[in-house]
């Protein structure tokens, strides 16, 4: 298991890298619209839908991708007022919603309700790697590493540390030791970033403020990595299944792959345009 779980891992870097670098926004629009597609099966089936519903689910969300990637023709970003809305409503939801969907375990009845939820989640998210994207693709490879770092920090220190639960209930695995690891190690990959990569980050004079700014920033793209962590895990509890799915051999599915990202990116993109120019 081990085994086949680093090479799927190898492979996924290295696809990832080379669509990332190599192909144009519009390419890597395409290439992650596809993946879109496979998350929104997921997620279809994590609701519980029917076989025609999650057909329908899948082809809503393809469409709308479809029909933003060949009209809008995102050579160099999406329009301004398409990023804000998407990704604003996106992190709205990841924020605000997402969190007290969690306090409460809410088990959502309503297909509608859910389908609306998923669509926003998973096109927010391909809305903002698009935009990143045309903007930068070392930017965008810096802000996923984010995500990678801290769940790489949480697992090491939630096995060496690990004492008190962080949600229970929804994920037992997960500890706050866990994720203290994953802050102090996104922090100080804030703070290499900083002196490695000013330019990347737009920092200019590195003065207490910026600095005190940047690493709170980091931080809380950390914190919530973690929501979009523990809202998968309700999702999935709530549907009684392990992994959302197999298409990654020794990962599951892709949203359990992609579930920090979700919460992460749309942020990330809004604050790329506003805060680094």
Not at 128 to 133: D, H, I, K, N, S
Not at 253 to 266: E, H, K, N
Request: glycine share 8%; charged share 10%.
């Amino acid at each position: 298991m081990l085994k086949t779980r680093i090479l799927t891992a190898i492979v996924l870097i290295g696809v990832t890298l080379a669509a990332l670098f190599w192909l144009p926004p519009r390419g890597w629009g395409a290439v992650t619209l596809a993946v879109v597609a496979v998350a929104a099966h997921e997620w279809a089936n994590l609701c519980g839908y029917s076989a025609w519903a999650r057909i329908a689910f899948v082809a809503g969300a393809l469409a709308i991708g479809a029909d933003l990637l060949f009209v809008f023709a995102p050579g160099v970003g999406w329009p301004l007022s398409l990023t804000v809305a998407a990704c604003g409503a996106a992190t709205l939801f990841w924020l605000v919603v997402a969190p007290a969907w969690l306090a409460s375990a809410w088990r959502v009845r309503s297909k509608l309700v859910l389908a609306v939820t998923g669509w926003l989640v998973l096109l927010g998210w391909w809305i903002a790697l698009v935009e990143m994207q045309a903007r930068s693709p070392a930017l965008l490879l810096a802000a996923m590493a984010i995500v990678w770092i801290a769940d790489t920090a949480a697992y090491f220190s939630g096995r060496a540390f690990g004492r008190r639960k962080l949600a229970p209930a929804v994920s037992p695995g997960k500890t706050w030791e866990g994720v203290y690891g994953a802050l102090a190690a996104t922090a100080a990959y804030a703070l290499a970033m900083l002196w490695l990569a000013p330019d990347l980050l737009h920092a200019g004079q590195r003065s207490p403020r910026t600095v005190a700014a940047w690493v709170a920033i980091v931080l809380a793209l950390t914190a919530l990595s973690v929501v979009g962590d523990l809202f998968k895990s309700l999702l999935k509890r709530q549907r009684g299944v392990k992994d959302s799915g197999r298409v990654l051999p020794g990962h599951g599915g892709v949203i359990d792959r992609i579930d920090a990202l979700l919460a992460v990116m749309p942020p990330t993109a809004l604050l790329a345009h506003y805060a680094l120019r």
